[in-house]
C-alpha cells in the first residue's frame, strides 16, 4: 500500500540547535511533496512544497527540505531551532496522477529554551 | 480575512446524537476536503469534493456523510455519534483535484467530543 513515514515521532533539541526530520514515501510514479505545520491548537500550515526543479526547496521561517528521488526522501532541515518551532510537523505526498493526498504520521518538535 | 472556516470549534455531545460541521473556504477553490485527526496526532483523509461532486470517499462508515451544496461548502453530518468519533475534524480546500500540483490549505478544525 502506498504509504508515507516519518522517522521521528518525537525530537526534543535546544535552541540553535540544528534539525533534520525525516520523511519518505513508497509511490513509484511522480509526486508533489509537502511539509506542513500545526502549532499547538492550530489548524495546518503550509512550510513549504516541491513541484519539480531544484529539488533544494526553501520554505517559510528558515526552513528548507532536499527531495532525493533515488531514496524517496524529502527530509526537512533547518539550521538553528527556536522554542517557537516546538510544533508538529507533517509530511504530505500526493501522487500526480492518482487522488490520493496521504500524510505522514507526524512528528513533533519540542525546542527547550 | 479567513480563508477555510469551519463550525463550531468545539462540539461536545452524547453518544448516538446527530451533528453537523460546517465548511466555507472564501478561496474560489473548486475543491474541499474532510480529514479526521486522531488522538495521535494522525491525519486521515474522509472524503472529497471536486464542485460539489464526490471524488474521494475512504472507507469511513456510512453514519459520515458530505454534503456540498455548492463548491464554497462542504458540511460533514455525523448520525449516531460513538465514543470513536471523537477526534478532531479539519476541512481544506484546494484549487483542482488532489492530483493537480496544488496545496491544500487548512480550516481551524472542529474539536468533536463524544461522551
Known amino acids: 500500500a502506498q504509504s508515507v513515514s516519518q522517522h521521528n515521532h518525537h525530537v526534543i533539541l535546544s535552541e540553535a540547535a540544528s534539525l533534520e526530520l525525516g520523511c519518505n514515501y513508497s509511490?513509484?510514479?511522480?509526486?508533489?511533496l509537502f511539509w506542513y505545520v500545526q502549532y499547538p491548537g492550530q489548524h495546518l500550515q503550509l512550510l513549504l512544497k516541491y513541484f519539480s526543479g531544484d529539488p533544494l526547496v526553501k520554505g517559510i521561517k528558515g526552513f528548507e527540505a532536499e527531495f532525493i528521488k533515488s531514496k524517496f526522501s524529502f527530509n526537512l532541515r533547518k539550521p538553528s531551532v527556536q522554542w517557537s518551532d516546538t510544533a508538529e510537523y507533517f509530511c504530505a505526498v500526493n501522487e500526480v496522477y492518482g487522488q490520493n493526498f496521504v500524510f505522514g504520521p507526524g512528528t513533533r518538535l519540542s525546542v527547550l529554551p | 480575512d479567513t480563508a477555510v472556516s469551519q463550525t463550531p470549534k468545539y462540539l461536545v455531545t452524547q453518544m448516538g446524537n446527530d451533528k453537523s460541521i460546517k465548511c466555507e473556504q472564501n478561496l474560489g477553490h473548486d475543491t474541499m476536503y474532510w480529514y479526521k485527526q486522531d488522538s495521535k496526532k494522525f491525519l486521515k483523509i474522509m472524503f472529497s469534493?471536486?464542485?460539489?461532486?464526490?471524488?474521494i470517499n475512504e472507507t469511513v462508515p456510512n453514519r459520515f456523510s458530505p454534503k456540498s451544496p455548492d463548491k464554497a461548502h462542504l458540511n460533514l453530518h455525523i448520525n449516531s455519534l460513538e465514543l470513536g468519533d471523537s477526534a478532531v475534524y479539519f476541512c481544506?480546500?484546494?484549487?483542482?483535484?488532489?492530483?493537480?500540483?496544488?496545496?491544500?490549505?487548512f480550516g481551524p478544525g472542529t474539536r468533536l467530543t463524544v461522551l
Open positions: 509511490y513509484g510514479g511522480t509526486v508533489n
Open positions: 481544506a480546500s484546494s484549487q483542482g483535484l488532489a492530483r493537480s500540483y496544488n496545496e491544500q490549505f
Open positions: 469534493y471536486n464542485n460539489k461532486e464526490l471524488i
